[in-house]
């Protein structure tokens, strides 16, 4: 037996994954309990670092600690002849702690400062720069100092501002009724530069959105960015983890970058509400898109910080994903004030899943914005015409083990049309460069969500969407590949057992693609129906 750690777990052996997937819904909460303990909690720069995050898409510390235990259970039950490793660090622990009869073998380790990593941190920071310099030539808008604002953090994809894909276009409209609510998006540095300046122009002309570079300082620009040279602190021993010493994994992934345009995001945030604040200007309510991620982090802490009776929420506008971790905060999350006082969820079913961690974050529900096309008549049909739908969700690296899975099911090669619906953060041009082979008959399907799914029969799709549970709930069947652990435990903790089947092996496919029944749930549980009386929550 092979384990090449390089490789998506949906890859390992199957009798090792098996205990692997067992172990990473065990060890959940001994992992957040170590972050909680770890961590610095009233520094800004160690929350907003990745080991902080808990985000398995950002960082690997939780995959690793679950390969460590699984080996640890596996070495005398299974034949392990050789394990593939992509760090030294890893490489010394399983050696050191393991001491496992297998060959270790070292690949693709990253290690030196090199003119990539150069050129991508300049990359980042002459972006945000650029942003800086072209806010600067927008008219800045005078906030009164006698009005108590409301300020809901977005981002923007559409260059239509009404068309907001995190808030209703019915809440956009409501908020321009009003002139203390605005909305302040965020620039990442994976939108196109010649979009952000032409999306600049537009907020700064539109009375309901605020550029918060307007209210930021060059000094706060370049302050964000030494977070880079800050992160000499974190280096130092850190309490073991079920007997092992992770430390050197820990201040590895405290240096590395990939996670530093969302950084220096949240940095900003905490700079703009200290400003405000110095301004004089009077807050009474901040909302953030909570997703846990660095940017958010500052934005909470700082509106908590310097307006500590402003009103502090957080809206979900989202379903349940338990495989990103992230989403439901810690302990020392919520006592460090980085997160949130209240959470907004967008369907009573989930309200308890969001306290995993921490029983004293409060919770309330508020419409599902995204979702109030549940609510119509029209239904999502189920047409009899042998299409297949495959649905990303927009991670890179649950897309790429999606794809691979329905090729190795051979679904190309049968009697069917095959069509794929494009997440629309991700391209499948970005997909298509980590795959050894892309079925001609793949097409890119160029509808809309609802009308894909619409004109497809079979619908097959991975754990990591709000469309998963959106289907479900409005009577479709889906098909869903296990290339996460936990893809299952979502059904299981909201006691789901209709509509859907989970599927490990490739080859077992052919059998689902027949004749299939479905069942009616109360769309009132997953989804709040949007009325005048609660979208006041959000004004």
Not at 279 to 295: D, M
Request: charged share 30%; with cysteine.
């Amino acid at each position: 037996m092979i384990i090449d750690t390089t490789k998506p777990n949906i890859f390992y052996p199957k009798t090792f994954k098996k205990i692997y997937y067992k172990n990473c819904l065990k060890l959940r909460k001994d992992f957040t309990k170590w972050i909680d303990e770890i961590g610095e909690k009233k520094s800004l720069d160690w929350w907003v670092s990745i080991p902080a995050s808990r985000n398995q898409y950002v960082s690997k510390l939780f995959n690793i600690f679950c390969l460590i235990e699984s080996l640890k259970e596996s070495k005398k039950k299974l034949k392990i002849e050789e394990i593939i490793v992509e760090s030294v660090e890893l490489k010394k622990i399983i050696e050191k702690n393991i001491r496992i009869r297998s060959k270790i073998t070292l690949r693709n380790d990253h290690r030196k400062f090199n003119l990539k990593e150069f050129l991508f941190i300049s990359k980042i920071f002459l972006y945000q720069l650029l942003i800086y310099i072209f806010c600067k030539f927008t008219v800045k808008k005078e906030l009164l100092k006698k009005e108590k604002l409301v300020l809901i953090d977005t981002f923007l994809i559409d260059e239509d501002l009404d068309n907001n894909k995190f808030y209703h276009k019915r809440l956009i409209e409501k908020s321009k009724e009003k002139k203390n609510i605005y909305f302040v998006p965020s620039f990442y540095s994976e939108m196109k530069v010649i979009k952000v300046i032409k999306l600049i122009f537009k907020c700064s002309a539109s009375k309901n959105f605020l550029l918060r570079e307007h209210y930021l300082s060059f000094s706060d620009i370049l302050d964000s960015f030494y977070i880079i040279f800050r992160r000499k602190k974190f280096i130092k021993k850190y309490k073991k983890l079920k007997n092992i010493d992770y430390s050197k994994l820990v201040v590895k992934e405290i240096n590395q970058n990939h996670n530093l345009s969302s950084q220096i995001l949240g940095l900003q945030n905490y700079s703009f509400f200290k400003n405000l604040f110095n301004a004089q200007i009077k807050i009474k309510k901040v909302i953030n898109w909570f997703e846990n991620q660095s940017l958010g982090k500052g934005w909470n802490l700082g509106s908590r910080t310097f307006y500590p009776k402003a009103i502090s929420l957080g809206y979900q506008g989202y379903t349940f994903f338990p495989q990103y971790m992230c989403l439901n905060p810690s302990k020392s999350e919520y006592d460090s004030k980085v997160v949130p006082d209240i959470l907004l969820s967008i369907g009573k079913i989930y309200n308890k899943t969001r306290q995993e961690f921490c029983k004293y974050i409060k919770i309330k529900n508020a419409p599902a914005l995204s979702f109030q096309h549940v609510f119509e008549k029209r239904k999502i049909k189920c047409p009899k015409n042998s299409c297949v739908l495959i649905i990303l969700s927009g991670f890179l690296q649950d897309d790429i083990s999606l794809i691979q899975w329905c090729i190795e099911s051979n679904l190309h090669k049968k009697n069917l049309k095959i069509y794929v619906k494009e997440h629309p953060i991700l391209k499948i041009k970005i997909i298509k460069k980590y795959l050894s082979f892309f079925p001609n008959n793949y097409i890119i399907s160029k509808k809309n969500f609802l009308d894909s799914v619409s004109s497809s029969q079979y619908l097959i799709c991975s754990g990591v969407t709000s469309g998963i549970l959106e289907l479900i709930v409005q009577k479709r069947f889906i098909i869903i590949p296990k290339i996460n652990p936990l893809d299952h435990i979502i059904f299981k903790k909201l006691n789901i057992n209709k509509n859907f089947k989970v599927l490990e092996n490739p080859e077992d496919l052919d059998i689902y693609l027949r004749d299939f029944s479905t069942n009616t749930y109360n769309k009132n549980l997953f989804f709040i129906k949007q009325t005048n009386k609660n979208l006041k929550i959000f004004l």
